[in-house]
T-cell receptor
Framework: QKEVEQDPGPLSVPEGAIVSLNCTYS??????FMWYRQYSRKGPELLMY????GNKEDGRFTAQVDKSSKYISLFIRDSQPSDSATYLC????????????FGDGTTLTVKP | GAVVSQHPSWVICKSGTSVKIECRSL??????MFWYRQFPKQSLMLMAT?????????EQGVEKDKFLINHASLTLSTLTVTSAHPEDSSFYIC?????????????FGPGTRLTVL
């Protein structure tokens, strides 16, 4: 079983929809949780990071972490065609090891 | 934000040749850089951790003699794929850990697509 499981998608939504992307994990040592966006043939771009449980909001993006359930989510409000990309969740146990464990990614298409 | 560049962005080479990929942190110093490879529709697979001034740490199953890593300065790490074969064709991505942060954030380069004929 993988340490990090991500809803595989692909996901296709109309413009303006609310999108929910999710990951579950098994390693209770994970404390830092990240979401990356990766456009086709490009490197991942850090979107959000959170520490421990709770919510974090940045514009149209909201990251949620529920450590008790080992479940994290990324919500995108008012989705735009430019949000079409693959979204990767990642998590790590500490700040110094520098090794994050990535999910396999969910490909999102927002149709105009 | 922190910018990481990679060169070349794509390369096509013949089987048996060696290919060098450069990863640079443009506006910050990175004591630690990471090298990943990514197959189509799959996630990032960490190959090795590159530490400035010391030997790289390779992940299990990654041949250190085939994937040579050099981190000679605080802004440059190189990955050399030696005696490349078609199965080495992949998307290679580096990242650099941003210093001074409280979270384990990495900034990724744009990737290098390697095709071995």
């Amino acid at each position: 079983q993988k340490e990090v499981e991500q809803d595989p998608g692909p996901l296709s939504v109309p413009e303006g929809a609310i999108v929910s992307l999710n990951c579950t994990y098994s390693n209770s040592a994970f404390q830092y949780f990240m979401w990356y966006r990766q456009y086709s043939r490009k490197g991942p771009e850090l979107l959000m990071y959170t520490y421990s449980s709770g919510n974090k909001e940045d514009g149209r993006f909201t990251a949620q972490v529920d450590k008790s359930s080992k479940y994290i989510s990324l919500f995108i409000r008012d989705s735009q065609p430019s949000d079409s990309a693959t979204y990767l969740c990642a998590m790590s146990a500490n700040t110094n090891a520098g090794k994050s464990t990535f999910g396999d990614g969910t490909t999102l298409t927002v149709k105009p | 934000g922190a910018v990481v560049s990679q060169h070349p962005s794509w390369v096509i080479c013949k089987s048996g040749t060696s290919v060098k990929i450069e990863c640079r942190s443009l506006d910050f110093q990175a004591t630690t850089m990471f090298w990943y490879r990514q197959f189509p529709k799959q996630s990032l697979m960490l190959m090795a951790t590159s530490n400035e001034g010391s030997k790289a740490t390779y992940e299990q199953g990654v041949e250190k003699d085939k994937f040579l890593i050099n981190h000679a300065s605080l802004t440059l790490s190189t990955l050399t794929v030696t005696s490349a074969h078609p199965e080495d064709s992949s998307f290679y991505i580096c990242s650099a850990r941003a210093p001074g942060g409280v979270t384990d954030t990495q900034y990724f380069g744009p990737g290098t697509r390697l095709t071995v004929l």
